[in-house]
T-cell receptor, first 114, second 115 residues
Framework: EAGVAQSPRYKIIEKRQSVAFWCNPISGHATLYWYQQILGQGPKLLIQFQNNGVVDDSQLPKDRFSAERLKGVDSTLKIQPAKLEDSAVYLC????????????FGNGTRLTVT | KQEVTQIPAALSVPEGENLVLNCSFT??????LQWFRQDPGKGLTSLLL?????REQTSGRLNASLDKSSGRSTLYIAASQPGDSATYLC??????????????FGKGTKLSVIP
């Protein structure tokens, strides 16, 4: 089966600019996650979707971050405006939906804010 | 605040050695615990998932155990190989208090297996 696809792989922007990341989960996976992984840290959940509804966005900085999952498939994560501390790898993951199912991760987008 | 801690942060072993990676978590009301592997510049690959009702899971040379009462999990790697070199992360699925279960990750243990 095809894995979780993410693009772009790398992005360099200046602070206060905007950026968007795209994720295509494994076909049939109802649950989609966006994680932020700062260098040397474990991933931190930003937002979780079940189909096209938000399950948990309690750790999403909503003043600058937004995410959507149209038609319950692909998802985009946007940052506007970016800050230096947003430099990180943004990982998308998907699972069939059950809590007992392991997560499948994409290779991530490495964002550098200068 | 739920926390997941991994010790040591880095480990270097000679090829062929058996090794144990440690993970501890603060909340005993864990739903499951997962171990992942992360290679440089890559995403995470799921290795083992242990349900809260289970004590251990095995896959090939990997064996993961879970002790809810002490808040600990271990990942045992037998007969280590250079290809095992990677960062290993554990993650506990815990009730977030925000209406859902949330996977909380440790910072990982960076393993180097020396040929």
């Amino acid at each position: 089966e095809a894995g979780v696809a993410q693009s772009p792989r790398y992005k360099i922007i200046e602070k206060r600019q905007s950026v968007a990341f795209w994720c295509n989960p494994i076909s049939g996976h109802a649950t989609l996650y966006w994680y932020q992984q700062i260098l040397g840290q474990g991933p931190k959940l930003l937002i979780q979707f079940q189909n096209n509804g938000v399950v948990d966005d309690s750790q999403l900085p909503k003043d600058r971050f937004s995410a959507e999952r149209l038609k319950g498939v692909d998802s985009t994560l946007k940052i506007q405006p970016a800050k230096l501390e947003d430099s990180a790898v943004y990982l998308c993951a998907s699972s069939p939906g059950a809590r007992d199912s392991p997560l499948h991760f994409g290779n991530g987008t490495r964002l550098t804010v200068t | 605040k739920q926390e997941v801690t991994q010790i040591p942060a880095a480990l270097s072993v000679p090829e062929g050695e058996n090794l144990v990676l440690n993970c501890s978590f603060t909340d005993s009301a864990i739903y499951n615990l997962q171990w992942f592997r992360q290679d440089p510049g890559k995403g995470l690959t799921s290795l083992l998932l242990i349900q809260s009702s289970q004590r251990e899971q095995t896959s090939g040379r990997l064996n993961a155990s879970l002790d809810k009462s002490s808040g600990r999990s271990t990942l045992y790697i037998a007969a280590s190989q250079p290809g095992d070199s990677a960062t290993y992360l554990c993650a506990a699925l815990l009730w977030s208090g925000a209406g859902s279960y949330q996977l909380t990750f440790g910072k990982g243990t960076k393993l180097s297996v020396i040929p």
